[in-house]
C-alpha cells in the first residue's frame, strides 16, 4: 500500500498517532540539525585525522574550517529553513517563491554555501528562471541536504506530487539526474519512516528499488570513507550508517567520523535516523548542545509543515 491509498485512513487516524507522527518530524528536523553541528567540526578532514584529533567525534564542540561557535549549524539546516518559510508563508510549492526564499537567504550571508547553489541563485537573480541548464557536473548534495520540508509538506500527498514538488527546489540550482534520484530517495524512506515503516521493509521496498534502478548508488560493495559531496558518495555513506547501525547515536557517530563531506552526511544521516528513532532518542548532551534558536525553529517548522501537509488545496506550481 502506498502513501496515496493509505491517506484517507492515515488522516482520519491522525488524532490518535499525532504525538507520535510529531515527534518523528520534530525528531527528523533536530536530527539534520544535530547531525549538521556535529559533523562540521570534521567536515574535509580524513578519517585518520579525526582519530588523531579526538579518537572519535562525540561532542559538538563547534571549531572546525568555519570556526563555527559551540552547536552553531551551518547551510544544510539554514537553506532548509529558508526552503521552510517559503513553503509555510506561501502554502504552496512554488519555484518562484521558493527562489526567492534562496535569494533572500543567500543575501543574509550564510556561514557557509556551496558553489552550485550560489550559482544557481546568482543564475535566477540575473534571468529570472528558476531551473538552471541540465549539467552533468551538478550532481553534488545541495539539493538534497534541505529535502526534508519537502517530505513533510507532501506528506499526505501522492508520490508523485513529492517528487515533482522535489525536483521544483532541486533544479533551482541542481538540474541533475543523480542529484534527483539521491533526493527523491531520501524523501521516499522519510516520508515512509513517518509512517511507521520498519528498516527491513525500507531496504525492500525502497532502497532496493532505487539501486536497481541507480546501480551506482550501490551501498553494499564497500565501506565509504573521506565522502565527498558528490550525491553518491553522500548516499552511499548515509545508507551504510542508518542500515548498519541501530541506534541515533551510532549512526550519527559512524557517519561524521568517516569525515569528508561531515556536515552534509551528518545532516542526511540525522533526518532518516531522527525520524525512525524520535526526537526522545536523541541524546541530551546534543540536544543540550544545538543552538537555541535552532532547536526552536527545528521544532516549530516540524510541526507547522505537518500541518500544512493535512490540507488537501496545497498546490505543487512550476514557473519558469
Avoid at 510529531?22 to 559533523?39: E, F, I, K, P
Avoid at 527523491?184 to 521496498?205: A, Q, V
Amino acid at each position: 500500500m502506498n502513501v496515496s491509498d493509505q491517506k484517507t485512513d492515515n488522516v482520519q487516524a491522525v488524532s490518535v498517532i499525532d504525538l507520535q507522527l510529531r515527534q518523528r518530524a520534530q525528531g527528523a528536523y533536530l536530527g539534520l540539525a544535530v547531525g549538521d553541528a556535529l559533523g562540521a567540526t570534521v567536515e574535509f578532514l580524513t578519517p585518520q585525522e579525526i582519530r588523531h584529533q579526538y579518537g572519535v567525534h562525540r561532542n559538538i564542540v563547534g571549531g572546525g574550517w568555519l570556526k563555527l561557535a559551540r552547536g552553531q549549524v551551518t547551510d544544510d539546516t539554514t537553506m532548509t529553513f529558508a526552503l521552510a518559510d517559503s513553503i509555510l508563508r506561501t502554502g504552496r510549492i512554488n519555484a518562484d517563491e521558493i527562489a526567492i526564499g534562496f535569494s533572500e537567504w543567500m543575501k543574509r550571508k550564510p556561514v557557509d554555501i556551496g558553489n552550485t547553489v550560489r550559482r544557481g541563485i546568482v543564475h535566477y537573480r540575473t534571468s529570472g528562471n528558476t531551473c538552471v541548464p541540465e549539467n552533468e557536473y551538478d550532481a553534488g548534495n545541495g539539493a538534497c541536504m534541505r529535502s526534508l520540508a519537502i517530505a513533510l509538506a507532501t506528506l499526505w500527498r501522492d508520490e508523485q506530487d513529492a517528487i515533482k514538488a522535489s525536483r521544483i527546489q532541486a533544479h533551482i540550482t541542481h538540474n541533475n539526474k543523480d542529484s534527483d534520484a539521491g533526493s527523491e530517495c531520501l524523501i521516499r524512506m522519510l516520508r515512509s519512516i513517518m509512517l511507521g515503516t520498519d528498516k527491513p521493509s525500507l531496504l525492500n521496498d525502497i532502497v532496493d528499488d532505487f539501486i536497481q534502478h541507480h546501480p551506482q548508488f550501490d551501498f553494499q560493495k564497500r565501506k565509504i570513507g573521506n565522502p565527498s559531496a558528490y550525491i553518491v558518495d553522500t548516499m552511499q555513506v548515509v545508507l551504510q550508517s542508518f542500515f548498519y547501525n541501530d541506534s541515533f547515536e551510532d549512526i550519527l557517530l559512524d557517519v561524521v567520523n568517516r569525515g569528508g563531506d561531515a556536515d552534509t552526511t551528518g545532516a542526511i544521516a540525522g533526518m532518516l535516523a531522527g525520524a525512525f528513532y524520535s526526537v526522545e532518542n536523541i541524546p541530551d548532551r546534543w540536544m543540550n548542545s544545538l543552538d537555541a534558536d535552532v532547536n526552536r525553529n527545528c521544532r516549530e517548522q516540524a510541526d507547522s509543515l505537518l500541518q500544512l501537509s493535512m490540507d488537501s488545496h496545497l498546490s505543487v506550481t512550476y514557473i519558469v
